[in-house]
């Protein structure tokens, strides 16, 4: 194999389990990250997020000496980069248009920082969900950078540095599995740039490695999660007409869901996570004017946050007519789960958290929130109070089910006004 040592840049719920399964097939690994607490956890051989079977694999490759983490790059033969592609202002705060724009600065600044210590034969693979374009861009990036290099945008097959873009396909809670089963799609500027991806893949990957060229591989990973978006939205849009007609939606599904060719998914809350509720909008903000089933379902689904928050305002006026003798004041609000879908302690972009925010601002009364995967509740939920199941079970007026985390199925909740987003208390 002609990878010695790979780098990877960006520790987080993908960087680091990738980081730990080249480092499992015993080798060098140089995992780089601006956070110095997971620079410092890792080098412990601890984890600083929640991933079934990766705490192992992580202890055993840095016990060993395969994984080291750092805050700079250091040479390599393959460099990953896995950073956050944000957007330039809030989902919640969009531009003019209604449209977010995408913010490629941590790709740059990760092309910048590796740029130093590139060398001729080198592989940068871009992993990061990005918009159409982005490894082209990140080529350009390490070419101003390294003008006494070569890369495919303008030497092609004869260049110093390849260069592919290598989207992730994983599941939160199932990463470690799918690392190694999933297929891979690998996106190459030139056919030498996949070859020498699929050379490095190859050493754990056990699902096909499938070629295509950068710009397809991008939209790839794009259309998977908006197809699974407007699915999301029909379910979710389907709710909202069930309670205006009165009919139990859950029901509904499972016996629309019995003939052979249709299969709903099921609603909840919205959409979140760093993909469902993300990817779209790259391919929107690429092409606004045509992507109009795209558009409409991310504004359904970002609507439905909305509508829940009208649901609890309804249940509070309906505390307050059956118990005149009490205010606002008195009304305690349990949220059930804050992650963005279940079993995991990912809180990205959940709209789980962005009800409870709003609640906690508009509600005079106690707020409480349940969740299982967390030990200490963010900023952004000041005033709110983390408590067990059992606590705001029995305390709580009003119970609100956001998330259907597996501790929550196996009980019920016989007390207070119940709003059930995910249908597990019916």
């Known amino acids: 194999m002609s990878f010695k040592t790979i780098s990877v840049v960006g520790l987080g719920y993908i960087g680091l389990p990738t980081a730990a399964m080249f480092a499992s097939r015993k080798i060098k690994v140089i995992g780089v ?57 809030s989902l919640n705060k969009k531009s003019d248009s209604g449209i977010p724009e995408p913010d490629l600065s941590y790709i740059k600044s990760a092309a910048k920082a ?121 379910a979710n849009e389907l709710s909202i007409i069930c309670d205006k007609l009165d009919i139990n939606v859950w029901e509904l599904i499972s016996l ?35 992507a109009q089933l795209i558009h409409t379902a991310r504004k359904v689904n970002d609507a439905k946050p909305l509508w829940v928050i009208d649901k609890v305002k309804i249940a509070i006026a309906d505390f307050l007519q059956a118990n005149p003798n009490k205010t606002a004041k008195d009304i305690t609000i349990a949220c059930y789960g804050l992650a963005f879908k279940p079993d995991i302690d990912d809180l990205r972009e959940s709209p789980a958290m962005f009800i409870t925010e709003k609640i906690a601002v508009m509600h005079s009364g106690l707020v409480v929130a349940v969740e299982p995967n967390i030990h200490h509740l963010p900023l952004t939920l000041r005033g709110v109070e983390l408590v067990s199941f059992e606590v705001a079970s029995t305390r709580s007026d009003i119970q609100l089910m956001l998330v259907d985390h597996k501790e929550f199925k196996e009980i019920e909740i016989y007390t207070g006004i119940v709003i059930d987003t995910k249908g597990i208390w019916r």
């Open 33 to 89: 990250d601006v956070n110095q607490h997971a620079v410092d956890t890792i080098n412990r051989g601890e984890i600083h997020i929640v991933e079934p079977e990766l705490d192992m694999l992580v202890h055993a490759a840095v016990t060993e000496g395969y994984l080291k983490a750092t805050t700079t790059p250091e040479a390599a033969d393959a460099f990953l980069i896995a950073v956050p592609t944000p957007f330039k202002s």
């Open 114 to 234: 590796i740029a130093t210590v590139l060398k001729k034969g080198d592989l940068v693979i871009l992993e990061s969900t990005s918009p159409v374009g982005a490894t082209e861009q990140m080529a350009e990036w390490l070419a101003e950078a390294r003008s006494d290099l070569s890369f495919p945008q303008h030497s092609g097959e004869n260049a110093d540095v390849n260069v592919a873009h290598c989207p992730e396909r994983v599941l939160p809670g199932h990463v470690v599995r799918e690392l190694v089963e999933n297929d891979r799609v690998i996106g190459g500027m030139t056919t030498k740039c996949s070859e020498r991806a699929i050379e490095l893949y190859k050493t754990f990957v056990e699902g096909e490695c499938v070629t295509t060229n950068a710009r397809t591989a991008e939209m790839a990973k794009l259309t998977e999660n908006s197809c699974r978006d407007v699915q999301i939205a029909f």
């Open 256 to 290: 629309a869901n019995r003939h052979p060719r249709i299969n709903i998914l099921q609603p909840g809350p919205g959409v979140g996570g760093h993909c469902i509720a993300v990817d779209p909008w790259f391919i929107v903000s690429k092409t606004p004017e045509e």
